[in-house]
């Protein structure tokens, strides 16, 4: 049960981070990422407190992984964005 409290303080420390910057942002790209992370981050901590209740169904888990190195990409390309890098082939 520990573990969904971790959870739960997790996915308000994502939200809160995203009801600070949206304010912020003039970027569509970025804007359009931010909004990937919240839903994302939704499904992480939905995915995950299922799996603890559940007693870890093996497909439920691996979901639960899929989505959270998802999660993970979602950020790398908001941090891409927002450094404002040029690359050669034009995003």
Known sequence: MKLIYLGVVILLIALYFYWKVRK??????????????????SLQYTFGVLVIMLKVPV??????????????????AGLYVSSGYKSRFGF
Do not use: D, P
């Not at 497909?59 to 790398?76: C, D, E, G, K, M």
């Open 24 to 41: 912020q942002i003039h970027s569509g790209k970025f804007r359009a990422i931010l909004g990937l992370f919240v839903i994302l981050i």
């Open 59 to 76: 497909s439920l888990a691996i979901t639960h992984q899929i989505t959270a190195f998802i999660l993970y990409l979602t950020v790398l």
